[in-house]
């Protein structure tokens, strides 16, 4: 493992599956909000956010959410969802992911962390050992500091895909995280 490039890069939160999940050991997974599940404008999950997340429990996989973002935003959105939240987590400080596997009674081994950003969520999932999922963000703010930490990304991205090669999910992660101010105004 190197750090900062992710175990694993899928399209969107959507194309993880329990069976890939279960197939990894994972009995816990860290998992960030914004940008991951919902944008961060979007307060409440819809239907099919509510479905994945139905879908893993039936699968006997557990989710908590790990937000870097204050509490009133991760609680209201977990509201419907009935998860365990852990806000103002400060990713990638591992403090929220420690209480999270020992409130769950688990190891980092049992562990993995699912979210879009490199220097948080990557990082703090490796800190602390876990396996490490990322997915490209929703839709990233446009803001100078958003598109600065998306250039400062691009190696380990790169690095990743020297190793996993997949020409079509490197256009779509480049998609997604490039010329943002054209795309999104
Ligand atoms: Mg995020």
Redesign the pocket.
Same mark, same amino acid.
């Given at each position: 493992m190197s750090f900062g490039v992710p175990d694993y890069i899928f399209r969107d939160y959507l194309s993880v599956t329990p069976e890939f999940l279960t197939s990894l050991g994972v009995k816990l997974v860290i998992c *960030?909000? *914004? #940008? !991951?599940i919902a944008p961060y404008e979007v307060a409440e999950p819809d239907e099919v956010i509510g479905a994945w997340f139905a879908s893993m429990k039936a699968a006997g996989i557990r989710f908590v959410f790990v937000? #870097?973002n204050h509490s009133e935003r991760a609680d209201l959105f977990n509201k419907t969802l009935g998860l365990t939240v852990y806000a103002n987590a400060k990713k990638p400080l591992t403090g929220a992911l420690t209480r999270a596997l020992t409130d769950a009674g688990l190891t980092p081994k049992d562990g993995a962390s699912l979210?879009?950003?490199i220097f !948080? *969520?990557v990082l703090a999932g490796q800190f602390k050992g876990l396996k490490t999922i990322l997915v490209p963000?929703i839709k990233d703010k446009t803001n100078f500091f958003f598109r600065a930490k998306r250039f400062l990304e691009r190696p380990f991205i790169a690095s990743y895909f020297r190793k996993h090669p997949d020409d079509e999910l490197k256009a779509y992660w480049n998609s997604k995280t490039r010329n943002l101010k054209e795309k999104h105004g």
């Open positions: *960030d909000i *914004d #940008n !991951t937000s #870097n979210g879009d950003q !948080t *969520d963000p």
